[in-house]
């Protein structure tokens, strides 16, 4: 897959878009939709994070239920086909990569039209048995467990982007958080795997997006792209609407281009 940039162009596609199903975020399709074209967008794609085939008896409060996966399909096929002349709509989940139900996940994905998942680690190894990565911790082991099970996520070669690569609550020494973090970009260079600017963490006033995590990713060569992370409709918008956003992204070095991740 390859990041394409045109320097000076508005932002034409946002890959990171979630529905009521998650449990935390509001608003019809139609809304998210009906904002990203008066925003100017060109492709919008819902990336609504996944249902895991968890053990009976565990219920996520984070996620669709595998029973509203086909309604979910069925509901954006239709907008696919109403929005046609005005936008594209694309069919996508925001998907953690786990151990033990990786493999099974990508076998009932497979069994649908999915343009397109991308990579939100939120949890190491998982939802169950993990811990979650925004949680604040100095503890450096952690931190290493975060980046090295991200790495092996990105190396199945399935995701169309890294999401929130820096969601990890690190609060520990800028050197040693940098260190450790620098083998994402790493492998992002390697990989050709984008790593995603998220608005919705800098609205939301989050440890993330971090300037000094980006510009060493940036000096390091890795390709960027930006995501809404929309969980209301208004929040589908073009970088100058979100308040501070485009003096974040000058200081570590990123210009916004179109935005288009073509998925090869």
């Not at 520990?172 to 795997?193: Q, Y």
Request: with cysteine.
């Amino acid at each position: 897959m390859t990041f394409v940039a045109m320097e000076g162009a508005i932002m034409l596609a946002n890959y990171h878009t979630h529905t009521v199903r998650c449990g935390h975020a509001a608003g019809r399709e139609e809304e998210y939709i009906e904002h990203a074209i008066s925003q100017g967008f060109k492709i919008l794609g819902f990336s609504d994070h996944v249902p895991q085939p968890f053990p009976d008896g565990y219920v996520s409060g984070i996620r669709m239920t595998m029973d509203e996966l086909p309604e979910y399909i069925k509901t954006l096929m239709a907008l696919k086909d109403k929005y046609r002349n005005d936008i594209e709509i694309l069919i996508g989940f925001e998907v953690e990569y786990t151990v033990k139900y990786f493999d099974r996940l990508m076998d009932i994905l497979g069994e649908y039209p999915v343009d397109y998942i991308i990579q939100g680690q939120h949890n190491v190894p998982d939802e169950i048995e993990g811990f979650y990565a925004g949680s604040r911790t100095d503890d450096e082991g952690r931190l290493r467990e975060y980046v090295n099970f991200t790495i092996e996520g990105m190396k199945t070669g399935v995701f169309a982007y890294l999401a929130h690569p820096d969601l990890i609550n690190y609060t520990g020494s800028r050197e040693t958080f940098l260190k450790h973090m620098s083998k994402i970009a790493e492998a992002s260079v390697e990989l050709n795997l984008p790593l995603e600017v998220n608005m919705y963490g800098f609205h939301d006033r989050r440890n993330y997006p971090r300037s000094d995590f980006f510009r060493m990713a940036v000096d390091m060569g890795a390709p960027i792209v930006i995501g809404c992370d929309a969980h209301i409709p208004w929040l589908v918008r073009q970088p100058e609407n979100l308040e501070g956003f485009a003096e974040f992204l000058k200081q570590c070095d990123i210009t916004p281009g179109d935005n288009i991740v073509s998925f090869d």
